[in-house]
């Protein structure tokens, strides 16, 4: 009797558990969502030896009895039916997936139309924060001009929405969002800020040029092959025919591509710095160079998920880690956001780099689509920049990345992201690969992928200075 209940037991413990079909849907996460698009991605997996359909079709299980599933939308409600079966022990999910017909007709607001506030008299103004971000129209997608310390005094002649219009004269339109700005007040006269002088001088990683104002203004930097032009505005200064012109621009110049560069206010001096290569004796391209290496998310923000739950945060540290130890073994000052699975705020991660004089930035992420899209189409390796600065490096990246890796050209983007917004150090984003692509995933999870990913990328950043240098 003893026996037979052993056996029992026995059976239950080791022969039931492993009948089962269980499905698991990681992504979408909700059961229930719209989505304005002819076609949703599902990623997930189910139990080892399942037979699995989706809507009636049998759908390919890949290794890890993971699968990645894109199914069509009709207009109005659509039911997605995912169903395991092994051994006659089934498991079965509906997903239900609402699509809208969506009306294209252009719905963004005309940028001309504002309400005028300085009818008598100006408009002042502070910054409260350090990167107030002054912008193109008053739209927190508007393109961003500059990104202003705490402290600098602005006029103001207008107010739409929660933006404020900055008072200049030029073709370009200047608003700031008003949480970084404090409450203006009415004033009578205004300040008629002065450049009193300006100094030039190097150390051995910048060239500087400091301008002495009477006052700290508002200032752009763009930056156009050869050149970068300083503008500072409201400060008067004669043209080239003498002619007074509204405000003052600096131009520097130099004959091969600029690294970093940045400009700061320490009281009422303007500093501009230009990065330089340093000094390197040796052959090897790499010595001496300070790099930063950023591996996206980490903590909380797990960054995006793969069919068998693995995190992105931990696929970006684990090449991260790879990539350290290649600089480092040639010769690089290795500077890091993160080196375990800790939460590290954007602006702080941008911080570290500039800090510590960085001469590039790179951040290591593992793609995902939003929804609607469908990753056997859009896939592959692609590199992100925001500033001219960082195109080339971007391109040398994503074409090794491509080329050593044997993943899909998914081309270099200009993107607007913490991380690849810096003018100084030279930053890029790296997208792997797709965390929701079967093979590009089988291969994001695999170590001699993760240090090639880091082989290549050290090679491309060899190739970049090479390129500076002759
Ligand atoms: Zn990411």
């Known amino acids: ?68 599933h894109v199914a069509p939308l009709e207009y109005g409600r659509n039911e997605i039916k995912f169903r395991s079966e092994i051994n006659g022990v089934v498991d079965e999910t509906v997903y239900v997936v609402k699509r809208n017909k969506v009306n294209l007709s252009y719905t963004g607001s005309a940028n001309s139309s504002y309400e005028k506030i300085n009818t008598d008299g100006y408009m002042y103004t502070k910054t409260i924060n350090d990167n107030s971000t002054v912008r193109e129209k008053p739209s927190s997608s508007a393109n961003r001009l500059v990104e202003l310390q705490k402290g600098i005094p602005l006029y103001l002649e207008g107010k739409k929405g929660d933006y404020y219009k900055i008072a200049y004269t030029g073709d370009t339109q200047f608003w700031i969002h008003k949480s970084n700005v404090q409450t203006p007040v009415k004033i009578i006269e205004k300040q008629q800020p002065m450049l009193r002088a300006q100094r030039y001088y190097s150390n051995e990683m910048y060239d500087f040029a400091t301008f002495h104002l009477t006052e700290p203004v508002m200032y752009t930097l763009t930056h156009q092959n050869n050149t970068i032009e300083l503008t500072l505005y409201g400060i008067n200064s004669q043209d080239e025919n003498g002619n007074i012109t509204p405000n003052y621009k600096y131009k520097f110049t130099r004959n091969k591509n600029f690294l970093g560069y940045d400009c700061s206010y320490q009281d009422n001096d303007l500093t501009c710095r230009l990065a330089k290569l340093p000094e390197n004796n040796t052959s090897n391209p790499l010595n001496g160079l300070t790099i930063f290496i950023d591996a996206g998310h980490g903590g909380n923000e797990k960054g995006s998920v793969g069919p068998t739950r693995v995190y992105e945060k931990d696929i970006n540290l684990s090449i991260s880690k790879y990539l350290t130890e290649e600089l480092k073994n040639s010769g690089v000052n290795v500077i890091t956001s993160r080196t375990d699975d800790t939460q590290v705020k954007l602006y702080d991660r941008v911080d570290i780099a500039k800090k510590n004089n960085a001469l590039i930035s790179l951040s290591i992420h593992a793609n995902a689509l939003p929804n609607g899209k469908n990753p056997y189409l859009l896939h592959g390796t692609e590199v992100h920049y925001y500033n001219e600065n960082a195109k080339a490096l971007a391109e040398i990246i994503k074409n ?69 240098k002759n």
């Open 1 to 68: 009797m003893i026996k037979k209940i052993f056996c029992i037991l026995l059976y239950l413990i080791f022969v039931i558990p492993t009948v089962s079909a269980k499905i698991d849907v990681v992504y979408p996460t909700s059961k229930e969502i719209t989505v304005n698009s002819d076609c949703m991605f599902f990623v997930g997996n189910t139990d080892k030896g399942a037979y699995f359909t989706v809507n009636s079709k049998p759908v390919k299980l890949w290794e890890d009895n993971f699968f990645v």
């Open 400 to 468: 090794n990345l491509s080329h050593d890796l044997n993943l899909r050209d998914n081309g270099i983007h200009r993107s607007s992201f913490a991380l690849d917004r810096a003018t100084n150090p030279v930053s890029v984003l790296v997208e792997v690969a797709y965390m929701i692509h079967p093979e590009e995933y089988i291969l994001l999870k695999n170590p001699e992928f993760q240090r090639n990913v880091a082989k290549s990328i050290r090679k491309s950043i060899e190739q970049y200075i090479g390129m500076l």
